[in-house]
């Protein structure tokens, strides 16, 4: 059973950056395609990004293309946000979600994955 583990959530002034960071245990973390999505109180999981298992394929939700970057390390099971240039509007609990897939695939939508993180909340103040 993988275990997935958030953290580095926070609290941020606009403009700003934080770092999360999800790390898994129980299973071959390079055999995982990895997501991050976030959810606000009331409403549905939103995606946010993705990586391949290889960390050759990534994609992103469009409000955050350009200022999120999602990468892995795979040595070290973990998979990271860095998120910059950070909104109120960014404010939510963020998690981190698990899928054991072929090597180069994205997934983009949250009910296929298998495996999540606690969530960490992410608070960002205008």
């Known amino acids: 059973q993988v275990q997935l583990v958030e953290s580095g959530g926070g609290l941020v002034q606009a403009g700003g950056s934080l770092s999360l960071s999800c790390t898994a245990s129980?299973?071959?973390?390079?055999?995982?395609?990895m997501g991050w999505f976030r959810q606000a109180p009331g409403k549905e999981r939103e995606f946010v990004a993705s990586?391949?298992?290889?960390?050759?394929?990534?994609y992103y939700e469009d409000s955050v293309k350009g200022r999120f970057t999602i990468s892995r390390d795979n040595a070290k099971n973990t998979v990271y946000l860095l998120m910059n240039s950070l909104k109120p509007e960014d404010t939510v609990v963020y998690y981190c979600?698990?899928?054991?897939?072929?090597?180069?695939?994205?997934?983009?939508?949250?009910?296929?994955?298998?495996?999540w993180g606690q969530g960490t909340q992410v608070t960002v103040s205008s």
């Open positions: 979600a698990g899928r054991r897939t072929s090597l180069n695939t994205v997934l983009l939508t949250a009910g296929v994955y298998n495996y």
């Open positions: 990586i391949s298992a290889n960390g050759g394929a990534r």
């Open positions: 129980g299973g071959t973390f390079s055999n995982y395609t």
